[in-house]
């Protein structure tokens, strides 16, 4: 079957404009998380969608939002870009949510800040 | 908050010893722990898994132990090969929070 779908795979911004990135998840997947890995920080949780619902954000600015869709396709914004906000972003999908079972991942989306 | 403790941050053996990375968390809820490895230029993937109810657990060359009364928890490689090396994440979870917390990592490197 399908993997996790991440798009676009690259993107480069300035600050202070906005990003979209997009995740397909496994057919069948209702819960899709995203994470922002960086080399100093790791992977960390941005927010949980299932079932269209957020049950969980992590602690991240406002500016970091997300949603998901009635397909369970979810998006992640970030509003007035931050040079800091350069990283690989990864989406990952789980039949029911993090604590159940595995989580898959896309390939990510690396976002430039400059 | 969640937060999860991994160390040491990079680890370097031969090949064919053994390997221990270790992981403590401070949310005593937590109930599932699972371990991913990423290769260089790859995404995350799940190597092994253990829940609050069982104490170890083995796959083949890895084994992973749990101490809930310390909050502790660790992953041992046994005979490592050089495809073992990659970075590898712990994490901690608690039932229906669809929130999983990543410890730091830690970059294995298996010389031959």
């Known amino acids: 079957k399908a993997g996790v779908t991440q798009t676009p795979r690259y993107l480069i911004k300035t600050r202070g404009q906005q990003v979209t990135l997009s995740c397909s998840p496994i057919?069948?997947?209702?819960?899709v998380s995203w994470y922002q890995q960086t080399p100093g920080q790791g992977l960390q949780f941005l927010f949980e969608?299932?079932?269209?619902?957020?049950?969980n954000k992590g602690n991240f600015p406002g500016r970091f939002s997300g949603r998901q869709f009635s397909n369970s396709r979810s998006e992640m914004n970030v509003s007035t870009l931050e040079l800091g906000d350069s990283a690989l972003y990864l989406c990952?999908?789980?039949?029911?949510?993090?604590?159940?079972?595995?989580?898959?991942f896309g390939e990510g989306s690396r976002l430039t800040v400059l | 908050g969640e937060n999860v403790e991994q160390h040491p941050s990079t680890l370097s053996v031969q090949e064919g010893d053994s390997a221990v990375i270790k992981c403590t968390y401070s949310?005593?809820?937590?109930?599932?722990f699972p371990w991913y490895k990423q290769e260089l230029g790859k995404r995350p993937q799940l190597i092994i898994d253990?829940?609050?109810?069982?104490g170890e657990k083995k796959d083949q060359r890895i084994a992973v132990t749990l101490n809930k009364t310390a909050k502790h928890f660790s992953l041992h490689i046994t005979e490592t090969q050089p495809e073992d090396s990659a970075v590898y994440f712990c994490?901690?979870?608690?039932?229906?929070?669809?929130?999983?917390?990543f410890g730091q990592g830690t970059t294995l490197q298996v010389k031959p």
């Open positions: 990952a999908s789980s039949l029911e949510g993090a604590d159940t079972g595995e989580l898959f």
């Open positions: 057919s069948g997947h209702r819960s």
């Open positions: 969608y299932f079932s269209e619902t957020q049950r």
């Open positions: 949310d005593s809820a937590s109930n599932y």
């Open positions: 253990i829940r609050s109810n069982v």
């Open positions: 994490a901690a979870s608690r039932s229906n929070t669809g929130k999983l917390i």
